[in-house]
């Protein structure tokens, strides 16, 4: 009885906060755009919730009353600490991808300074497709799976393999004679986390990474996405694929970025896909990925400190924001953290199996 006055509260402060959304951006047309255009904002639906972005889905009708244009948008509003930030670069990073004709989709605004929410947004084209990850689950067929599976790596291919320097105001950032340029940087990182979280048990894990700091030399750099998975990638009913979520890009070794859609891959589909999509890379990039469990056991610090910080720290002394700590617990319900736990449990096995080395933290959350 409780559980459903639960979620009649929970239906009514979502169908608030979406007419909110609606109307504040009905407003904020009407603000910037001509007269005779007429803007209206219908349709606004909730995508999805995160702690990085909530995305929504509405229609924007505008024109001349005898020339009305209609088009379905997205909404991206970002979050947290590096909003501004991050806003910044999902826009110029998608709008130069645009312009290179590589299928992402396309971005038409955005406000960071002026914006009706109190946070960064963006608006793009609303692709109608199906996220990949979806249609491989589908798929019993072995050669058609591994026909999505070609499609997935090839994209992620193109990305490793396009012209960086128009993604970076200051290319000198990223040029070096330093071999040890980018695993510095990240390793760098990872200590202050270490320094500011003791508590966190992943000091063990930096200093293994620091001990075979020699493993990570890269001199050609290569534009990254960061979180390259089957669900950033959707699918058209004509076949077409357009990669979303690109609010980490970045220019670093291509093997950060392979390593982290390795662990997510382990995490959430499964070592057989995994091996089958890192096969397939090596396979149309004509090369052996070397030291991939390296960068593994950095991606599996970047992807569990997090939770174990959660676990150890209150949301005041971690820095986690609020809407972070319930999106986290709550954001989901209870299926969804168990969901989270469950891919928790996995990385750090993976972790473990990489290093030998057990995080005690990790071990109460995933048994709390």
Request: charge should be negative; proline fraction near 4%.
């Amino acid at each position: 009885m409780m559980h459903s006055a639960v979620l009649g509260i929970m239906e009514i402060e979502e169908h608030t906060v979406e007419s909110d959304i609606q109307g504040n951006l009905q407003a904020y047309y009407s603000k910037v755009s001509t007269e005779t255009m007429m803007p209206q904002i219908s349709n606004l639906d909730c995508i999805s919730t995160g702690w990085e972005s909530d995305i929504y889905a509405f229609v924007l009708e505008q024109g001349a009353a005898n020339k009305r244009e209609r088009r379905e948008l997205i909404l991206r509003i970002y979050s947290g600490k590096e909003a501004y930030h991050r806003s910044e670069r999902e826009y110029r990073g998608m709008s130069q991808l645009h312009s290179v004709d590589f299928p992402v989709p396309q971005v038409l605004l955005l406000e960071r300074e002026n914006s009706p929410f109190g946070q960064p947004f963006v608006i793009m084209e609303k692709i109608d497709g199906v996220l990949l990850g979806t249609l491989i689950n589908r798929l019993d067929d072995h050669d058609k799976k591994q026909e999505l599976v070609t499609l997935f790596c090839n994209l992620m291919l193109r990305i490793h393999k396009l012209d960086w320097h128009p993604f970076v105001e200051d290319v000198s950032e990223y040029e070096t004679d330093n071999p040890f340029k980018f695993i510095e940087r990240e390793l760098n990182g990872r200590r202050l986390l270490c320094d500011r979280f003791p508590a966190s048990g992943f000091l063990p894990v930096l200093e293994w990474l620091e001990q075979r700091h020699d493993l990570a030399s890269c001199l050609s750099p290569s534009l990254v996405h960061m979180d390259f998975h089957l669900t950033n990638v959707l699918v058209r009913a004509d076949g077409s694929p357009f990669v979303i979520d690109w609010g980490q890009l970045d220019v670093s070794d291509l093997r950060f970025d392979l390593a982290w859609t390795s662990l997510l891959l382990r995490m959430h589909n499964g070592t057989e896909l995994r091996n089958s999509i890192l096969q397939t890379y090596e396979r149309l990039a004509g090369l052996r990925v070397e030291q991939i469990e390296f960068f593994e056991v950095h991606a599996c610090f970047r992807r569990l400190f997090n939770s174990a910080v959660w676990f150890t720290a209150s949301p005041e002394k971690s820095g986690v924001d609020s809407k972070t700590a319930e999106g986290l617990f709550a954001a989901e319900g209870f299926s969804g953290m168990k969901r989270h736990k469950d891919a928790i449990k996995k990385g750090h096995e993976m972790l473990v199996g990489l290093t030998g080395i057990r995080v005690p933290e990790l071990d109460r959350y995933t048994d709390t």
